[in-house]
């Protein structure tokens, strides 16, 4: 999938290709991450959104090589990554625990993840979760080191950060402990970052301010970001491109404005529906995705939103829809468009 931002190989930065992560219970197999195609342009931020449950977090932990093995397992796909300069690398052909995927993993590749206050060790000062960091990749001795810790709590907007940087995570505010980790995630200058629901357990004020955050440190960094959320004006704020997620795939891929104005797939017309709009003129009742999103543990037939779709044939409940991409680069996954 190459989307109208990315016309060319040296436009890419990364490449997810057929992804499945599945997760082994004793209850049966979930298929979280089901066969998922999305493509990172090099400085451009992609929206992956969708409903809780749908796979966003966990195609984010596969590109990080950190699903938990047992139970999950990543079975199939290709994850490339293309290095400016250098031969591009199979992500999936490393050993989590290997040297070279523990380089690419903070350096090249960084995640901030959904609740700092779980992610930010509780026995470790944050000004020494930075520095660990900078010296795993950078060589500094220990005080070069946090000076640059105090550089990049001071770039992210913590006050007094030469006191902060000796100061433990719960000694911080929700925004706080959310900026030390983007601190701790954008210390070693990374080509590709991962934002896991960054705005998820903050205020409306805090979470203004972590989103303008996060665009001044990427236009200054030039950092390609996977953005995940399963709110749509936080996408429509920060993305270039955005890739909608139903039940382990990629159901409908195209720049945010399109999407906006032109949705697609019936799913993506839901997600929209159900956003409340402030000034328009006249009375309009939201209108809510009926039914619930099918049990994890069922291999579904046929087209996996059926069951809630208002267009679904007789087609959609017995063969799964193919991937149909258009010549401008947005593609769909419905039998509307075949």
């Known amino acids: 999938m190459v989307d109208s931002v990315a016309k060319n190989r040296e436009d890419i930065l990364l490449e997810v290709k057929g992804l499945k992560t599945y997760f082994h219970t004793e209850y049966g197999v979930v298929r979280a991450v089901n066969g998922v195609d999305i493509t990172f342009p090099r400085g451009k931020v992609v929206g992956v959104v969708g409903e809780s449950g749908c796979g966003k977090s966990v195609t984010a932990l596969s590109i990080m090589q950190l699903v938990s093995q047992p139970p999950g397992k990543i079975e199939a796909g290709t994850i490339m990554y293309y290095p400016e300069d250098e031969a591009p690398i199979d992500i999936l052909s490393l050993n989590p625990k290997e040297r070279k995927m523990r380089e690419l993993r903070g350096k090249e590749l960084a995640m901030i993840f959904q609740e700092p206050m779980t992610s930010l060790n509780p026995i470790y000062t944050v000004?020494?979760?930075?520095?660990?960091?900078?010296?795993?990749?950078?060589?500094?001795?220990?005080?070069?080191?946090?000076?640059?810790?105090?550089?990049?709590?001071?770039?992210?907007?913590?006050?007094?950060?030469?006191?902060?940087?000796?100061?433990?995570?719960?000694?911080?505010?929700?925004?706080?402990?959310?900026?030390?980790?983007?601190?701790i995630a954008l210390a070693c200058d990374p080509r590709f970052l991962i934002a896991d629901e960054p705005t998820t357990a903050l205020d409306v004020t805090v979470q203004a301010q972590i989103l303008i955050l996060m665009q001044d440190l990427q236009q200054e960094f030039g950092t390609s970001i996977m953005l995940v959320t399963h709110d749509l004006g936080v996408v429509g704020e920060m993305a270039d491109v955005v890739a909608v997620m139903y039940m382990g795939k990629v159901v409908e891929y195209a720049d945010?404005?399109?999407?906006?104005?032109?949705?697609?797939?019936?799913?993506?017309?839901?997600?929209?529906?159900?956003?409340?709009?402030?000034?328009?003129?006249?009375?309009?009742?939201?209108?809510?995705?009926?039914?619930?999103?099918?049990?994890?543990?069922?291999?579904?037939?046929?087209?996996?939103?059926?069951?809630?779709?208002?267009?679904?044939?007789?087609?959609?409940?017995?063969?799964?829809?193919?991937?149909?991409?258009?010549?401008?680069?947005?593609?769909?996954?419905?039998w509307l468009y075949a």
């Open 127 to 183: 000004g020494d979760q930075i520095i660990e960091k900078v010296q795993v990749h950078f060589p500094m001795d220990r005080n070069e080191a946090k000076e640059y810790a105090i550089d990049m709590l001071n770039k992210v907007g913590i006050p007094d950060p030469a006191q902060r940087v000796d100061e433990y995570p719960h000694q911080m505010s929700g925004g706080m402990r959310q900026r030390a980790m983007i601190a």
């Open 256 to 334: 945010v404005q399109t999407l906006f104005y032109e949705p697609r797939h019936p799913y993506t017309r839901g997600l929209l529906r159900s956003i409340p709009l402030i000034g328009q003129s006249g009375a309009r009742w939201l209108s809510p995705i009926e039914g619930m999103l099918p049990d994890p543990y069922d291999q579904i037939i046929g087209c996996s939103f059926a069951a809630r779709c208002p267009h679904r044939t007789e087609q959609c409940q017995h063969e799964t829809p193919p991937w149909l991409e258009s010549e401008d680069g947005r593609g769909v996954r419905c």
